[in-house]
């Protein structure tokens, strides 16, 4: 594989066991996890490799965790696929360990500022209580004006994440969304499902995070990065650290435009292999739909980082 393009994936794909093979397989993982640990002053690790579910899913645990085990994943292809990177992206809180691949923060300062940026969320979620949810099907009308006919009469809501074709993420207050699911409903979602989170992230309801976001970002060191990495704000690539902090700061509140990143990264690298770092295979559902012809490749366990590496021996 000459061209690679690492995605990392957001929350929702964590999952109690998450790394526990790759520490048992590969020293350079136990040592990401080993440094998380010291990081965050607290035994990540035992919470990523035996839950309680209940307790990893709260967004301040799952998102150092899903950065941890997608440093941790990166860090075993590195030496072999270094040279071969050409950029990366990620969803959501992904986006931040697109960055730690790409050079543009150390990983011991990712891992705190998305602990920050997790109680962040929640103590938002707190103040002013949200609800997101997934529309499911093709629309008749646009996301966007099904929103704006819900927030008319009963609440903010917004398009959260374009994931995929046929496929968007509404956040807000409760009100809003429900009133967008059953407006879209009645444009042929053909589902609409209320999600289990504890704010309505990215959207105007995070604004109430804005301060204390902005005071955690300035806080970090950031170098431009090595590769470009595909921002979510503006589906475009980014580089230099100055942007990147902008960009950052306004992601808390604005959609993640996955389905415009994927198709830039496509058009700008024909043949290009997309790398899954992380739990699960939800990213990798999402480009294929996306892209139909992407290779994608799977690594979040021993067994599919195994495959890649014997793959690319033969």
């Given at each position: 594989m000459d061209?690679?393009?690492?995605v990392?994936?957001g929350?929702?794909s964590?999952?109690p ?8 397989a590969?020293?350079?993982?136990n040592e ?5 640990d ?6 990540l690790?035992?919470?990523s490799?035996?839950?309680p579910a209940?307790t ?24 072999r ?5 050409r950029c990366t992206?990620?969803h959501?809180l992904g986006?931040?360990?697109?960055h730690?691949?790409?050079g543009?923060f150390?990983f011991?300062s990712a891992v ?5 940026r ?12 949200g609800a997101?949810a997934?529309?499911l ?8 004006a099904?929103?704006?006919a819900?927030r008319?009469d009963?609440?903010?809501v ?7 074709p046929?496929?968007v993420?509404?956040?807000g207050?409760v009100?809003?969304?429900?009133r967008?699911?059953?407006?879209a409903k009645?444009?042929?979602?053909r589902k609409?499902?209320?999600l289990?989170?504890?704010g309505a992230?990215?959207s ?9 976001w902005?005071a955690?970002?300035a ?8 590769v470009?990495v ?8 980014v ?18 435009r996955w ?10 690298y024909?043949?290009i292999?997309f790398i899954?770092c992380g739990?699960?295979h ?6 294929r739909?996306?892209v139909?012809s992407a290779t994608v490749?799977?690594?979040?366990t021993?067994?599919n980082?195994?495959a890649?590496?014997v793959?690319?021996?033969a």
């Amino acid at each position: 594989m000459d061209n690679i393009a690492l995605v990392f994936p957001g929350q929702g794909s964590q999952k109690p066991g998450m790394g526990r093979d790759l520490i048992d397989a590969y020293p350079v993982a136990n040592e990401v996890f080993q440094a998380a640990d010291a990081a965050l002053a607290f035994p990540l690790s035992t919470l990523s490799f035996d839950g309680p579910a209940e307790t990893l899913m709260e967004t301040h645990n799952a998102q150092p965790a899903l950065l941890t085990h997608g440093v941790a994943v990166w860090r075993v292809l590195q030496e072999r696929f270094g040279a071969s990177i050409r950029c990366t992206a990620g969803h959501s809180l992904g986006e931040f360990t697109a960055h730690v691949a790409a050079g543009t923060f150390d990983f011991e300062s990712a891992v705190r500022l998305v602990r920050t940026r997790g109680e962040l969320m929640l103590a938002a979620g707190v103040e002013r209580a949200g609800a997101m949810a997934a529309i499911l099907g093709d629309l008749t009308q646009p996301i966007e004006a099904i929103c704006a006919a819900a927030r008319a009469d009963a609440g903010v809501v917004v398009p959260a994440n374009f994931n995929s074709p046929g496929q968007v993420v509404i956040s807000g207050d409760v009100g809003g969304v429900e009133r967008a699911m059953v407006l879209a409903k009645e444009a042929g979602a053909r589902k609409c499902m209320r999600l289990h989170v504890s704010g309505a992230f990215h959207s105007p309801l995070m604004n109430a995070a804005r301060a204390g976001w902005d005071a955690a970002l300035a806080a970090v060191e950031m170098h431009d990065a090595a590769v470009p990495v595909y921002a979510n704000v503006s589906a475009a690539p980014v580089t230099h650290a100055d942007v990147t902090r902008e960009l950052l700061s306004e992601q808390i509140a604005a959609p993640v435009r996955w389905t415009e990143s994927i198709l830039r990264i496509a058009a700008a690298y024909p043949g290009i292999t997309f790398i899954e770092c992380g739990p699960g295979h939800v990213l990798g559902g999402l480009i294929r739909k996306i892209v139909p012809s992407a290779t994608v490749l799977q690594a979040g366990t021993v067994a599919n980082l195994e495959a890649i590496l014997v793959s690319q021996a033969a």
